[in-house]
């Protein structure tokens, strides 16, 4: 699957930004969605998933209570609603998809998908 990531933007401490990602003509619904940042020098880590066909979702503990992972009404787009943003946020944000499967959310290498990622960044 095609996957589009927008949203990405400059803010100040504390501030909100809210990440989309989008398939291109299907629906989501059947897949697990993640979240996953990158900064230089550091491996691509995982912030938040959602799994397909559920509500079950899972967080990165930097982030928990601070972000949430969501999907549309239609199940055509997911997002990531990110708020008291800290410069330590700042990364490029990278939105990825796997099938619908029994396991964990937060493995990177079990993510087929993946968007172009989008800039966050966050000044003090």
């Known amino acids: 699957v095609q996957l589009q990531a927008s949203g990405g933007g400059s803010v100040h401490t504390g501030g909100s930004l809210r990440l989309s990602c989008a398939a291109s003509?299907?629906?989501?619904?059947?897949?697990?969605m993640g979240w996953f940042r990158k900064t230089p020098g550091m491996e691509r880590e995982f912030v938040a998933a959602?799994?397909?066909?559920?509500?079950?979702?899972a967080y990165a503990d930097a982030v928990k209570g601070r972000f949430t992972i969501s999907r549309s009404y239609l199940q055509s787009t997911v997002s990531l609603q990110m708020n008291s943003l800290k410069p330590e946020d700042t990364a490029v944000y990278y939105c990825a998809a796997r099938r619908r499967r029994v396991g964990d959310l937060t493995l990177r290498s079990t993510y087929n998908d993946w968007g172009q990622g989008t800039q966050v960044t966050v000044s003090s």
């Open positions: 003509g299907r629906s989501l619904s059947n897949y697990d």
């Open positions: 959602i799994k397909g066909g559920t509500t079950t979702t």
